[in-house]
C-alpha cells in the first residue's frame, strides 16, 4: 500500500527558533500534499495544499512566512516553522493524494513540535 | 457553523453492542464522503469511503443521506479495539475538512 514518512517524528525547539518538517511518499508519486495541525482533542486543520513544482496554497489565517512549505519533487514536501513560538506546539500531519488518484490520501504518521 | 459536525461523544459501549455515529456537512457541493479512524496521537487511517447507496465492510456500515446532507457510521460486535476517534471527513474540489471526531470506548 501507499506509504509516507515524515521526519522528525517528535522534537522540541527553542522558542526562536526554525525547525523543518519532511514528509516522503516512499512508494508512489504525489503531485499534491497536504499539511495539518492537530491540537489536543480537536480535529486536523487543514494548513495549506502543497503541489509539486508550484507555490503553496494556504488556508486563511495560516501565515505564508511563518510556515514555509517547498514541495521540490514528486515524493518530498518539507514544512518550516520560521521563528517558532510555544503556541505553535502541535501535532503536524502531511497526507499526500497518488497522481492517479481523486479522492484518497495517504497520512504520514506525524511529528509532535514542542517549543520551549 | 462548522462545516462537518460530528456526535460529541464520547461513547462507552460494552463489548459486543451496535453503536452508530451521526455526521452532518454543510456544503451541498461536497463530492465525496469518508469515515477515518484515529488512534491517539497517531495518524487517521482511511476506514471507509461513503456512498449514496450504503456500503458495508465487514462489521461496518456508512451511508450518506445527499437529501440531509447526513453520514452515518455503523459498528455492529463492538471488539475492544475498535476504541479509538472516528472522524467524519467531506472532500470538496480536492480539499478535505474534518470534523472534530467522536471518540468511542470499547469495554469489555
Known amino acids: 500500500g501507499a506509504v509516507v514518512s515524515q521526519h522528525p517524528s517528535r522534537v522540541i525547539c527553542k522558542s526562536g527558533t526554525s525547525v523543518k518538517i519532511e514528509c516522503r511518499s516512499l512508494d508512489f508519486q504525489a503531485t499534491t500534499m497536504f499539511w495539518y495541525r492537530q491540537f489536543p482533542k480537536k480535529s486536523l486543520m487543514l494548513m495549506a495544499t502543497?503541489?509539486?513544482?508550484?507555490?503553496?496554497?494556504?488556508e486563511q489565517g495560516v501565515e505564508k512566512d511563518k510556515f514555509l512549505i517547498n514541495h521540490a519533487s514528486l515524493t518530498l514536501s518539507t514544512l518550516t516553522v520560521t521563528s517558532a513560538h510555544p503556541e505553535d506546539s502541535s501535532f503536524y500531519i502531511c497526507?499526500?493524494?497518488?497522481?492517479?488518484?481523486?479522492?484518497?490520501?495517504?497520512f504520514g504518521p506525524g511529528t509532535r513540535l514542542t517549543v520551549t | 457553523r462548522k462545516e462537518v459536525e460530528q456526535d460529541p461523544g464520547p461513547f462507552n459501549v460494552p463489548e459486543g453492542a451496535t453503536v452508530a455515529f451521526n455526521c452532518t456537512y454543510s456544503n451541498s457541493a461536497s463530492q465525496s464522503f469518508f469515515w477515518y479512524r484515529q488512534d491517539c496521537r497517531k495518524e487517521p487511517k482511511l476506514l471507509m469511503s461513503?456512498?449514496?447507496s450504503g456500503n458495508e465492510d465487514g462489521r461496518f456500515t456508512a451511508q450518506l443521506n445527499r437529501a440531509s446532507q447526513y453520514i452515518s457510521l455503523l459498528i455492529r460486535d463492538s471488539k475492544l479495539s475498535d476504541s479509538a476517534t472516528y472522524l467524519c471527513?467531506?472532500?470538496?474540489?480536492?480539499?478535505?475538512?474534518f470534523g472534530d471526531g467522536t471518540t468511542l470506548t470499547v469495554k469489555p
Open positions: 471527513v467531506s472532500l470538496y474540489a480536492g480539499k478535505s475538512t
Open positions: 497526507s499526500a493524494r497518488q497522481v492517479t488518484s481523486v479522492d484518497e490520501q495517504y
Open positions: 502543497s503541489n509539486e513544482g508550484s507555490k503553496a496554497t494556504y
Open positions: 461513503v456512498y449514496s
